[in-house]
């Protein structure tokens, strides 16, 4: 089993001090995925319950593209929409995706004008959108696609192991 900073949750701050909600929000959106993606296989990422839909391989790599654009925009101060990524399509594809949620959140608490200032560029011809898209874009667009990630794993017969998502705890026995 891999060791990682969403293994569990810290005890929530008080989320009306400053950004510990939208922090709370991101070490939420970790914990799930991380645990969603436990024990995955290679072939549970290949897997599409029907022609069209999306694997969780697919899953995986928006899931990537979504959360780097958070983490550019905060970066950065703005982010146009990569598309989605072409690869990070595999069983510890998740690995990368906590590293940039870890990321983005330690810019964030060092620097909360960060998260004020940030901006996402989407759609044609560029339309500015402020801090506030990034909640309601690509973060809750994340946690959608996690809640697929688990739904699929189901389909393809490799349940995720049951966390306790409300209390930050890991599956007993992990």
């Known amino acids: 089993m891999v060791t990682t900073?969403?293994?569990s949750l810290p005890a929530p701050s008080n989320p009306t001090d400053g950004v510990e909600g939208v922090?709370?929000?991101?070490?939420?959106?970790?914990?799930?995925l991380r645990w969603a993606c436990e024990g995955l296989a290679e072939a549970d990422c290949d897997a599409k319950p029907v022609p069209g839909a999306w694997s969780i391989g697919d899953q995986l790599a928006h899931l990537t593209a979504l959360v780097r654009w958070g983490r550019s925009a905060v970066e950065n101060g703005q982010a146009s929409w990569p598309g989605n990524v072409t690869d990070n399509r595999h069983p510890l594809a998740y690995l990368e995706i906590l590293e940039d949620l870890s990321a983005t959140i330690g810019v964030?608490?060092?620097?909360p004008r960060a998260l004020a200032e940030a901006t996402l560029l989407a759609g044609a011809p560029e339309p500015v959108f402020?801090?506030?898209y990034l909640?309601?874009?690509?973060?809750?667009?994340?946690?959608?696609?996690?809640?697929?990630v688990t739904l699929l794993r189901k389909l393809v017969g490799n349940p995720a192991p049951a966390a306790r998502a409300f209390h930050g705890q890991p599956p007993k026995g992990a």
């Open 108 to 111: 964030i608490r060092r620097d």
């Open 135 to 148: 909640i309601n874009g690509p973060w809750a667009d994340a946690l959608h696609h996690v809640g697929q």
């Open 5 to 7: 900073p969403f293994d």
């Open 130 to 132: 402020g801090a506030g």
């Open 23 to 32: 922090v709370r929000l991101l070490q939420g959106l970790g914990f799930r």
